[in-house]
């Protein structure tokens, strides 16, 4: 049965630990205490913010940092549970530990852990250490199958052949037990099978003088490649290395030893010709087979294969094994002349021949010569002839895991029947409606009000240079009577529209009043005359400009140099961008502002519109009317919000009651027609699950709480902190980013989240164990309310292992740089920012879903919302698993978006402008001009003075280019700010929130906001790698070889078919019945193999002697010959034959024609 839990619930377990820090150590294996105490389990809380409770309860000796826990279940160990999940999320691992009161959670030390003191352990010790170490190695790797995966995973091979190659014979045999018995487990094998330096040891102890290091080698080497077919050209591979470092060719081991004729031990010499045998046998294609077999002849194997045939008493599993060898090589040299071979020993496809022509076929290095062994039939006895039966060929059943089914489903939703929400009258609706779409009326008129305040400041500002140039103009003429005049074109009416000059924004009354006065008093004065009381006026009006300022205006006006700035491209910023957007246009054709509010708080209603102009349509929230949807909304929602829309009423329907998102919405009349489409209008289709959100996002009756209860809890924190430690943290933590992010920048080393000076804020804030251990005590005694946020920030780094040496090593990476790049830069960040989050094809799909989620949630259709509250989306939880809206929303992103990223990696430039304060930014600018200006005079005083001419000329030179860098710079900036609140425009921002904005707090929102979003999708996804490392995990967890089907016989499939039926135990048992033929057994029974099993010390040896059985006994399992893949030489025979045969006329022009080449 599956534990199914609720959020918020507790449930209780029995927790022991083990005495494991030690792994070689003679320690018990059984958990203590042996009566367990019992714990509560906070069911959605993470298991490593309640290890370090737990270990204070059990008084266990692992340290927080290296403790793991792991499910001990019917007196066997099972699962090591994931720390950084929950009980819930791991409910699996879980099922049916209550059932019996023997079952636990033991916390024990991690694998990773131990596997590095056994490594250790093994590297720093020596003589009898060293010898009790590797004597208990083998029983380690026999009691904890875990440790066999994490041993090989974490170089502990490596260890093994580094103590080997310097160990005498007796501690090399306790590494071969060791080593064989990692080799029985598929995870074991695994890992032999990808480390070649282990294979490369295992035959360079072939040499070794003491025959049972090299008993042993053989037998895991044969093992090894009975195993898999391409384990044989691992070791093939192996065999090359080792004998090309010691200057011999390869296969000189093992030919030395069938070499040694006088003191050749039977056992041994059959184990190398089975090796021989199997690994020839394994090679798939006749270039390898024959590159093999030649290295094999050129080392006198045809005349080692002749002494043991003609030497009497020779072994008969020895004969068998050459005869095989021999039957081989004829057979790829297509000489086998009728003769009987032995069916089980070739293999069962042909090996590869590239060339198809015949009389070109690559043959053997024996086959050219006249001096290979007499035919068997000759020399052996009939009983030699005979073969061993065919052996069964049982293919392995490849199990595939059960995949884990999905929580839910994402198919079309079905259109389910509306019904009003619980407990709310028709009549309170209705009021409720008025009092909105009154309050939404009283804001429209605060904003157009404040919209009006902010179109005269900059009427004022957009027209102070043309206000300089009129005045200019007037001192040079000495009259008014040129403006006079032009004020007299000008339209009288508001409704007379000037042609190519549609929209004029801004309100004019201040200089058309001017204007009318100067008109009236022409009228009845006459034109007026040249004073100087004009003159004066001006001059008091327009101040005196010095020498600099004028010699800046004049660079000003005839700068050329292009936009290039600290090897910095700005030269696409064109004089369009010199235009800006929140300049006052007028609320249409001509149409000026509304007034700004009057002192008492009333707001003047707006002019009346002009008879000429038609009437704007009616806001419609975007185009969602009644009875329609935009294309997006349509189709994300899968058609089932159109019919719930389809009877006028622009809410959504729903089953139940959801969580809100109380975001801004982007509504049609705050966007500017210059805009035109917004992001809004381009977004892609988002597929929304809505009977998924419901269920994670309903609304509870437990989780609501009053105005006065919100209050209340927020007011309430857990402070454990003494008030001076929490002040100065919390005053660190305004300059790092959020402790949520912390955490994988600092694991990751990602020096654009947390700066140099973050880094040493971080060192100067290591929380204690004590302060950790104070925290979660209290975390676990209440909790239901929040951590202080100094706490929070302590526990969230205290889940960081090692933390101060991580911060140490990462602050010794990191640099600084000039004044010049600290402007150009974050202006190069935010001009490319935006132009990356126009074109972002992640930003626009998690912008589209979770817009499709708040129009579900909210059940009210929305053009879009404002990007602030990109902020608030991690802080939503859901009501089933409190996971955020953020964790689901990557979900939903991961599914119907595959091609997306994790933005955070593509949106760098807005992660770097959130680091820059463009208010000091534009002050640095206003100074550099200063101190530009102040050196001109500088140069001055200096020229008065005795002063080199080219020195003179060199400080000129200096200071032009720094003042064309300068201007270059505040162009830069200019037109970026304008293009920056362009952008903001275009994302649907109010034009008084725009002018407010600052390019700094809201690159930080979207730098956070993406931030979060990786952390969290790369939490989804290692969730998910982690569930499906766990299903093949499982595959092979404490599988030994044994149980593959490879390593089955025909006898031994009968054998266990006859234990089924007749439901004994086993078929060794003493029956007094056929005490006879088992007499009869043991005294056909070979003495090599009556050796072999005198000599078994434990069950697994015993496994390991019948595998070596089955491979020396049984060389295959091939009913047919194996066809290799054929050799790229058309013709390519063995050695033998070649050297047998000679060559033909024909080989021998070729052969000539080759030597002529050379």
């Known amino acids: 049965m599956i534990v199914k839990m609720e959020p918020d619930e507790l449930i209780t377990f029995r927790v022991q630990y083990l005495l494991d820090s030690d792994p070689l150590s003679a320690t018990t294996a059984f958990p203590i205490p042996v009566r367990a105490p019992t714990y509560a389990f906070a069911t959605t809380m993470p298991l490593a913010t309640q290890l370090g409770t737990i270990l204070r309860l059990l008084n266990a000796p692992q340290s927080i940092d290296d403790a793991a826990i792991q499910v001990y279940k019917d007196g066997d160990f099972g699962a090591y549970l994931d720390l950084e999940s929950s009980l819930a999320e791991q409910t699996e691992e879980i099922e049916g530990l209550q059932a019996s009161r023997k079952n636990s959670l033991v916390v024990r030390t991690q694998l990773s852990v131990r596997v590095h003191a056994i490594i250790e352990k093994l590297l720093s010790s020596e003589g009898s250490d060293l010898r009790r170490a590797l004597f208990s190695l083998k029983q380690v790797f026999q009691e904890d199958k875990d440790l066999v995966h994490a041993f090989v995973a974490l170089g502990g091979l490596n260890c093994l052949v580094r103590v080997g190659n310097c160990a005498d014979q007796n501690y090399q045999n306790y590494i071969l037990r060791a080593l064989g018995q990692v080799m029985l487990y598929v995870d074991g094998m695994n890992g032999v099978m990808k480390h070649q330096p282990t294979m490369e040891w295992l035959y360079s102890l072939i040499a070794s003088n003491y025959r049972s290091v090299v008993k042993t080698a053989l037998k895991l080497l044969l093992v090894f490649v009975e195993y898999a077919e391409s384990n044989c050209y691992v070791l093939v591979s192996a065999i090359h290395a080792v004998d090309a470092a010691q200057g011999t060719l390869p296969w000189a081991n093992i030919m030395r030893l069938l070499k040694d004729y006088d003191n050749a031990d039977a056992e041994l010499v059959i184990y190398a010709t089975s090796l021989i045998n199997k690994t020839l046998a394994g090679l798939t294609d006749q270039d390898s087979f024959y590159d093999e077999s030649d290295l094999l002849e050129q080392q006198g194997m045809e005349t080692v294969i002749q002494r043991y045939m003609s030497k009497p008493g020779t072994d008969l599993d020895l004969l068998d094994q050459l005869q095989l060898y021999e039957a081989v090589l004829k057979f790829e040299d297509g000489e086998s002349d009728g003769q009987r071979l032995p069916q089980n020993s070739l293999r069962k496809t042909q090996r590869h021949r590239p060339g198809s022509s015949t009389t070109e076929r690559r043959k053997s290095r024996r086959h050219s010569t006249d001096n290979s062994p007499s035919p068997l039939t000759k020399v052996l006895p009939t009983a030699v002839l005979r073969m061993t039966p065919t052996q069964a060929t049982l293919d392995e059943d490849d199990s595939s895991g059960s995949t884990n089914s999905t929580e839910f489903g994402s198919g079309i939703f079905q259109d389910k029947k509306p019904r009003d929400s619980a407990g709310v009258t028709p009549g309170l609706r209705r009021r409720r409606e008025r009092a909105e779409r009154h309050k939404s009326f009283l804001r429209e008129q605060e904003e157009a009000a404040a919209n009006g305040i902010f179109a005269a400041r900059e009427l004022r500002e957009s027209y102070d240079l043309e206000d300089k140039e009129m005045l200019m103009q007037l001192k040079r003429d000495h009259t008014v009577k040129d403006l006079t005049q032009k004020l007299c074109n000008l339209p009288t009416s508001p409704t007379q529209e000037v042609p190519g000059n549609r929209a004029i924004v801004g309100d004019m009354s201040g ?648």
């Not at 004049?554 to 600290?566: D, H, I, Q, S």
């Not at 979660?776 to 209440?782: F, T």
């Not at 994790?902 to 820059?916: H, V």
């Not at 903001?984 to 904005?997: A, F, K």
């Open 511 to 1158: 200089l058309i009043s001017k204007a009318k006065e100067g008109l009236a008093k022409s009228k009845s004065k006459g034109e007026i005359s040249r004073s100087s009381s004009v003159d004066q006026e001006l001059k008091k009006a327009e101040p005196k400009k010095s020498e600099n300022e004028l010699h800046w205006e004049e660079l000003v006006r005839n700068m050329t140099r292009p936009l290039n700035l600290c090897d910095l491209d700005f030269t696409d910023l064109h004089s369009d961008d010199e235009k800006d957007v929140l300049a006052p246009r007028g609320l249409g054709a001509g149409i000026p502002p509304p007034p700004p509010p009057q002192a008492g708080g009333m707001v003047m209603p707006p002019p009346m519109m002009p008879p000429s102009l038609a009437p704007p349509p009616m806001f419609s929230y975007g185009g969602y009317g009644p009875g329609s949807l935009t294309n997006s909304v349509n189709s994300s929602l899968n058609g089932s919000i159109n019919g719930e829309l389809a009877n006028g009423n622009n809410t959504i329907k729903k089953n139940k009651k959801t969580v809100k998102l109380f975001w801004k919405e982007v509504r049609e009349d705050m966007i500017p027609q210059v805009i035109g489409k917004t992001i809004w209008d381009e977004l892609p289709n988002a597929n929304v699950d809505t009977q998924k959100l419901e269920h994670l996002f309903e609304s509870r009756a437990k989780d609501l709480m009053t105005k006065k209860q919100q209050e209340l809890n927020k007011s309430k924190e857990i402070i454990v902190l003494d008030h001076k430690r929490s002040n100065a943290i919390n005053i660190a933590i305004t300059k790092l980013p959020p402790p949520r992010a912390i955490k994988a920048a600092i694991l990751k080393m990602d020096a654009t989240v947390v700066t140099r000076e973050g880094i040493d804020k971080l060192l100067n804030m290591l929380p204690t164990d004590e302060e950790r251990g104070k925290i979660q005590e209290a975390q676990l005694s209440n909790p239901e309310l929040p951590l202080g946020s100094a706490e929070q920030f302590l526990l969230t780094l205290a889940s960081i292992t090692e933390l101060g040496a991580r911060l140490k090593l990462w602050a010794f990476r990191l640099d600084f740089d000039n004044c010049e790049r600290e402007i150009a830069e974050p202006l190069m960040d935010l001009k490319q920012g935006i132009e990356i989050l126009r074109q972002n094809r992640t930003f626009r799909s998690i912008l589209s879903t979770l817009l499709s989620v708040g129009i579900f949630l909210n059940g009210a259709p929305v053009k879009g919302f404002q990007i602030e509250y990109l902020a608030k989306v991690p802080e939503v939880k859901d009501t089933v698993h409190k996971h955020s809206l953020l964790h689901h929303l990557c979900h939903m992103v991961m599914e119907s978006s595959s091609d997306t990223s994790d933005l955070y990696s593509e949106i760098g430039p807005i992660t770097r402008a959130s680091k820059a304060d463009f208010a000091d930014l534009a002050h640095n600018l206003t100074q550099l001009e200063s101190e530009c200006k102040a050196s001109w005079d500088r140069l001055k005083l200096i020229a008065k003075h005795d002063c080199a001419p080219p020195l003179k000329q060199k400080l000129v030179d200096f200071l032009a280019d720094c003042a064309e860098r300068i201007i270059s710079l505040q162009i830069v900036h200019r037109r970026v700010m304008n293009r920056y609140r362009k952008f903001l425009l275009w994302l649907g921002m109010p034009q008084h929130s725009v002018s407010e904005s600052r390019p700094n707090e809201f690159c930080r929102t979207l730098s956070e906001f993406a931030l979060e979003y990786r952390t969290t999708r790369e939490r989804v996804q290692q969730q998910l790698e982690k569930k499906a490392n766990h299903r093949e995990r499982n595959k092979t967890r404490g599988k030994l070889i044994i149980d593959m089907a490879k390593f089955k016989t025909k006898e031994d499939v009968a054998d266990s078919e006859l234990k089924q039926l007749l439901a004994t135990p086993s078929a060794d048992q003493a029956d007094g019945t056929l005490t006879w033929r088992r007499r009869r057994a043991e005294q056909l029974r070979s003495p090599i193999a009556r050796q072999s099993e005198e000599q078994f010390t434990d069950g697994d040896d015993e496994i390991l002697e019948s595998l070596v059985k089955t491979a020396t006994k049984a060389s295959g399992n091939r009913t047919t010959p194996r066809e290799r893949k054929r050799t790229r030489h058309a013709d390519r025979k063995s050695l033998r034959r070649t050297l047998k045969n000679g060559l033909t006329d024909e080989e021998k022009q070729h052969v000539s024609a080759l030597i002529q080449t050379y």
